[in-house]
């Protein structure tokens, strides 16, 4: 049976140049591609997994680790990582962390603990520096969020600059006081900085008292927006800082029988556009955020030399939708 060395011999290149032709890399030239397809072609060659996992003492599988499987946005980052593994014969094992930073450790170690290759992590607490002694055993990108206490690779979206457009959405629409609801990771408190930044340029502000940082359960938003509503200058908006969230948020708004306040979320959901009035969104694109992922994770294993640390900042993109519109009875003269 044909090894890696017999086809990197027979097409005059190094192994390493041929396990990048196998893994798909983009930065092979197109002759030395051919060079090493042909010779793979010629003595039948067929990547040995089971052999790397005995070679390297580490499974032929990535971990990713998310807080919830069922969350959409989290679904598509795993859904694009594991249509990539596929594609080089490498399993993907998905831990759910959940939203309580003290299960986090746990679960990550237990998958690390299995030797798998790499991990993705989208990080719930603020302190990631457990992970440290793992770094050179095993390379980690994160995901969504920048991990606290750590340098590592890592993939997020605009949060400000969303947290920008969400607000400046809201003003055009003629709305002057907007609340906002959020948990707070770090996530919900960079988008909360666009949303005030936002306000500050057209003149405006947003008060404490409009703003909720903490649990997005139903019970803990609907008590929050209840608070929120009884305000001396109530928002006629509510800006939310992601997808469980605007859930929680469109629910309490029912439970109170307001049907007066607009609202836009941050992160779009299945069932956004077919609510009445349909929800405008700040979308994120977990399909291309898992892709830059899991090629940050690959570049790592192809390249375990590599020293630089690298974060992409992806764009997030508004959805307009009907839930922005100003009641009529409460537009301000001049709009």
Same mark, same amino acid.
């Not at 009884?230 to 929680?248: I, L, W």
């Given at each position: 049976?044909?090894?890696?060395? #017999? /086809?990197?011999?027979?097409?005059?290149?190094? *192994?390493?140049?041929?396990?990048?032709?196998?893994?798909?890399?983009?930065?092979?030239?197109?002759?030395? @591609?051919?060079?090493?397809?042909?010779?793979?072609?010629?003595?039948?060659?067929?990547?040995?997994?089971?052999?790397?996992?005995?070679?390297?003492?580490?499974?032929?599988?990535?971990?990713?680790?998310?807080?919830?499987?069922?969350?959409?946005?989290?679904?598509?980052?795993?859904?694009?990582?594991?249509?990539?593994?596929?594609?080089?014969?490498?399993?993907?094992?998905?831990?759910?962390?959940?939203?309580?930073?003290?299960?986090?450790?746990?679960?990550?170690?237990?998958?690390?603990?299995?030797?798998?290759?790499?991990?993705?992590?989208?990080?719930?607490?603020?302190?990631?520096?457990?992970?440290?002694?793992?770094?050179?055993?095993?390379?980690?990108?994160?995901?969504?969020?920048?991990?606290?206490?750590?340098?590592? #690779?890592? /993939?997020?979206?605009?949060? /400000?600059?969303?947290?920008?457009?969400?607000?400046? &959405?809201?003003?055009?629409?003629?709305? @002057?006081?907007?609340?906002?609801?959020?948990?707070?990771?770090?996530?919900?408190?960079?988008?909360?900085?666009?949303?005030?930044?936002?306000?500050?340029?057209?003149?405006?502000? =947003?008060?404490?008292?409009?703003?909720?940082?903490? #649990?997005?359960?139903?019970?803990?938003?609907? *008590?929050?927006?209840?608070?929120?509503?009884?305000?001396?200058?109530?928002?006629? *908006?509510?800006?939310?800082?992601? *997808?469980?969230?605007?859930?929680?948020?469109?629910?309490?708004?029912?439970?109170?029988?307001?049907?007066?306040?607009?609202?836009?979320?941050?992160?779009?959901?299945?069932?956004?556009?077919?609510?009445?009035?349909?929800?405008?969104?700040?979308?994120?694109?977990?399909?291309?955020?898992?892709?830059?992922?899991?090629?940050?994770?690959?570049?790592?294993?192809?390249?375990?030399?590599?020293?630089?640390? @690298?974060?992409? /900042? =992806?764009?997030?993109?508004?959805?307009?939708?009907?839930?922005?519109?100003?009641?009529?009875?409460?537009?301000?003269?001049? &709009?």
């Amino acid at each position: 049976m044909a090894t890696m060395r #017999d /086809v990197a011999t027979r097409a005059g290149v190094s *192994a390493k140049t041929v396990s990048r032709v196998v893994n798909n890399d983009r930065y092979v030239s197109t002759e030395v @591609r051919q060079r090493v397809e042909q010779a793979i072609e010629e003595l039948k060659y067929v990547p040995n997994m089971l052999a790397v996992t005995f070679r390297t003492g580490r499974d032929a599988a990535i971990g990713v680790a998310v807080p919830g499987v069922a969350d959409p946005f989290f679904a598509g980052i795993i859904s694009a990582v594991e249509r990539e593994a596929s594609r080089r014969g490498v399993a993907v094992i998905v831990t759910s962390v959940g939203w309580e930073p003290s299960h986090e450790q746990q679960s990550i170690e237990a998958l690390l603990h299995r030797r798998v290759a790499g991990m993705i992590i989208c990080p719930v607490g603020p302190d990631m520096s457990f992970l440290r002694p793992w770094q050179a055993r095993a390379p980690l990108v994160f995901v969504d969020r920048m991990p606290g206490k750590l340098v590592a #690779d890592a /993939v997020v979206q605009d949060d /400000v600059g969303g947290g920008r457009q969400a607000a400046a &959405h809201l003003v055009e629409h003629g709305h @002057r006081a907007v609340a906002f609801i959020g948990d707070d990771v770090v996530t919900g408190v960079l988008r909360l900085r666009g949303c005030r930044e936002a306000l500050v340029d057209a003149g405006l502000s =947003l008060p404490d008292g409009l703003v909720h940082l903490g #649990d997005v359960d139903s019970d803990s938003v609907t *008590a929050a927006l209840r608070r929120i509503l009884a305000e001396p200058d109530p928002p006629t *908006a509510v800006f939310s800082s992601n *997808a469980r969230c605007t859930v929680s948020v469109v629910s309490a708004l029912q439970a109170l029988g307001r049907t007066d306040v607009a609202v836009i979320g941050f992160g779009d959901f299945p069932t956004a556009a077919a609510l009445r009035p349909a929800i405008t969104v700040i979308n994120q694109d977990g399909d291309e955020m898992g892709r830059f992922a899991v090629q940050r994770l690959f570049d790592r294993l192809d390249d375990p030399d590599r020293k630089m640390r @690298r974060r992409t /900042v =992806l764009p997030v993109s508004l959805v307009t939708r009907a839930s922005c519109a100003m009641p009529a009875d409460a537009v301000p003269a001049g &709009h």
